[in-house]
């Protein structure tokens, strides 16, 4: 078993809401590892980075997205951080992977706007610029597909569907 496609990029690309509109379309189910880690963990992503910090979260991350690549054969969204760790960019070398690009300014206000991101508290703008510029080489090394996010949702989510020749 295996994803139909997973997405990664950074916080704000879109992973969450477009992974669900590709699944949606295509008429399989929609997985998220961070949805899977809190019902897992019974707390939320925020509640787990203060009580048991990054590393911790990171641990069961791991773990997470390897069961999900196993089990899962619908859409699959990452974390934005879960291709730090080695040993899943390996794993994701077996998977058809995009890549969700997306510029800082689009990142920051989307992010702003949303939930809380615990790795974002205080400086957004300054995180999130580091972090994208850290990570860039790592998610390109894993995705098949780059697709820019830099308009509506559901045009993400058709130049995804049109990819995988759907
Ligand atoms: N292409 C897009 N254009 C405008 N807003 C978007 C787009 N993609 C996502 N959003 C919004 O940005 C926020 C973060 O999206 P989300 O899917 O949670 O991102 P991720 O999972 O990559 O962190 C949400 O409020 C979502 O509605
Ligand atoms: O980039 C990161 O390190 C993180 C991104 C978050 O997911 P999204 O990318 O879906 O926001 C979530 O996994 C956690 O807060 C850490
Ligand atoms: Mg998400």
Redesign the pocket.
């Not at 990029?9 to 477009?18: D, H």
């Given at each position: 078993m295996s994803p139909v496609v997973v997405l990664v990029?950074?916080?704000?690309?879109?992973?969450?809401?477009?992974g669900r509109l590709v699944a949606d379309t295509l008429g399989v189910l929609f997985r998220d590892s961070d949805a899977d880690i809190e019902a897992a963990a019974g707390q939320q992503i925020s509640e787990i980075f203060v009580e048991h910090g990054e590393p911790h979260f990171r641990a069961l991350e791991k773990a997470a997205v390897k069961e999900a690549l196993a089990a899962h054969d619908g859409v699959l969204?990452l974390g934005?951080g879960a291709i730090l760790d080695a040993d899943t960019r390996i794993l994701l070398k077996e998977h058809r992977v995009a890549f969700?690009e997306v510029t800082l300014a689009?990142a920051a206000s989307?992010?702003g706007?949303?939930r809380d991101r615990p790795l974002l508290l205080g400086n957004v703008r300054g995180t999130l610029l580091k972090l994208m510029d850290e990570r860039r080489p790592l998610y390109e090394e894993v995705a098949v597909l780059t697709v820019r996010?830099d308009?509506?949702?559901e045009e993400?989510a058709a130049e995804i569907v049109e990819s995988l020749g759907k």
């Open positions: 990029g950074a916080p704000g690309s879109g992973k969450s809401t477009v969204a934005g969700l689009d989307r992010v706007l949303n996010t308009r509506e949702p993400v």
